[in-house]
């Protein structure tokens, strides 16, 4: 039977408590009890400032003076915006990114701020939060709390009732008393139903906890981090960025191919045909035998322009679409492969060109690295994703977070809303999947 090792001991490591059973020692249960504890006196304090801000702005609005005064109250509801992801990012363990900046435009003086701080969506989301965070800071905290506090002193019940004051000669908790008649907890059976109870709260409160600081984990994320227009800006930005440098990089190869390849055949083509010419007339057969080496180059830099336009795009991608075009590049692989392309139409002309470039990337590294004896390319359409599949039966240990030729395959299907999975142990096999959007 396998066994796991410490790193250090080489013994076994002691088997771990339940979850529901560490739950309530664990440090996850008491940071996030201390932020919804904490919760409360800053709610109040951000729900008055806030809300006052907003009332003297409005109210002063007619004379011009509550607008500075308006956006001032939005732009301190931003830095109650910085303590809360703070607080959630060391309590709750959630890391929330900090919204758009004010973007004053051309402008840079204090008209130009106020009036970017009054159109910008982030401040009044956190307005927003200021002012719905403090009704629930109320419930959460009197939950929280009340159930905290009762668990644990009913847990711990029979340690401390010898201390309350003795009612009719009886210590204990005193559930009901008149002139003629009492009702104390003080008997060993009712103290221990009474710890009972209080292990139940013990171990069932932690998940309340959670659930309540999991509502202000959403509150946060919803409202305090950047919108989903601006995180779409920056990924198409960064997206940008990244087909402009792949762009820079196909261009430098191109030239690089042409320099070193083609045109560097095509001159040495031009000097022998030159030298064919003068022998022409002094020694034919020499000119003959010139002029047929000259015919071999030429077929060979006709082969390098044919392979380098496939690189750019090849003709018979466009003309008959990915199976053939693949069933191509699959032919040239050194290992066996099989391909499969189950579509039920063409997908745009975009995403065929990424698709391809994508499997010819994939079965260029099966080549070089894999050491596979075979590979399987699969190609079909989901909902409104077009899938490829490329796998062999290589040593495995791809990885892409390793750098190199999947790091920069998975940066470039980024950048076009794909997607790329690499599933790759070590002793293979190598599974690697790639997700574009269809956009037919």
């Not at 009340?146 to 210590?171: D, E, I, K, N, V």
């Not at 932690?206 to 946060?220: F, M, N, S, T």
């Amino acid at each position: 039977m396998a066994m796991a090792y410490g790193p250090d001991t080489g013994r076994p490591r002691p088997p771990r408590a339940p979850a529901w059973l560490a739950a309530p020692l664990s440090a996850r249960t008491w940071r996030e009890f201390c932020h919804l504890v904490v919760g409360l006196p800053l709610g109040v304090l951000y729900f008055v400032m806030s809300v006052t801000a907003l009332a003297v702005g409005a109210g002063l609005v007619v004379t011009f003076v509550g607008v500075p005064v308006l956006a001032t109250g939005l732009a301190l509801c931003r830095g109650f915006g910085v303590v809360e992801r703070a607080r959630a990012r060391t309590l709750l363990g959630t890391r929330v990114a900090a919204p758009e900046p004010v973007r004053t435009g051309p402008g840079s003086g204090p008209l130009a701020w106020i009036g970017a701080t009054l159109k910008s969506g982030a401040s009044w989301r956190h307005l927003l939060y200021a002012v719905v965070h403090l009704p629930w800071a109320v419930l959460a905290f009197s939950v929280a709390v009340t159930l905290w506090t009762t668990a644990w002193a009913l847990l711990t019940y029979p340690l401390w009732q010898w201390l309350l004051p003795l009612h009719g000669g009886r210590s204990g908790v005193q559930l009901y008393g008149d002139g003629g008649h009492s009702v104390v907890l003080d008997t060993a059976p009712e103290v221990g139903a009474v710890s009972l109870i209080g292990l139940v709260l013990v171990l069932g409160t932690p998940w309340v906890i959670r659930a309540l600081a999991g509502v202000d984990r959403l509150l946060v994320l919803g409202l305090l981090g950047p919108s989903r227009l601006a995180s779409r800006v920056v990924e198409l930005e960064s997206g940008r960025g990244v087909v402009v440098d792949t762009a820079a990089a196909d261009l430098r190869r191109i030239e690089r191919d042409l320099h070193d390849g083609a045109q560097a055949r095509l001159v040495a083509l031009a000097m022998g045909l030159g030298l064919a010419k003068e022998k022409a007339t002094e020694d034919p057969q020499a000119a003959a035998r010139m002029v047929e080496e000259a015919h071999g180059e030429v077929k060979l830099a006709l082969r390098e322009l044919r392979d380098l336009a496939r690189g750019i795009h090849p003709a018979v991608l466009t003309d008959r679409g990915l199976d053939a075009a693949l069933s191509s590049v699959a032919s040239r692989c050194t290992v066996p492969v099989t391909v499969t392309v189950d579509l039920p139409e063409r997908p745009a002309p975009a995403t065929e060109g990424t698709a391809y470039f994508t499997v010819c990337e994939l079965l260029e590294n099966v080549s070089r690295h894999a050491g596979a004896r075979r590979a399987t390319v699969d190609v079909w359409r989901s909902g409104d994703r077009l899938l490829v599949e490329v796998a062999d039966d290589g040593r495995g240990g791809a990885d892409p977070t390793a750098g190199g030729g999947l790091a920069g395959l998975s940066a470039r299907l980024d950048a076009v809303d794909g997607i790329l999975a690499v599933r790759s142990p070590a002793g293979g096999p190598t599974t690697v999947t790639a997700e574009l959007p269809w956009r037919s």
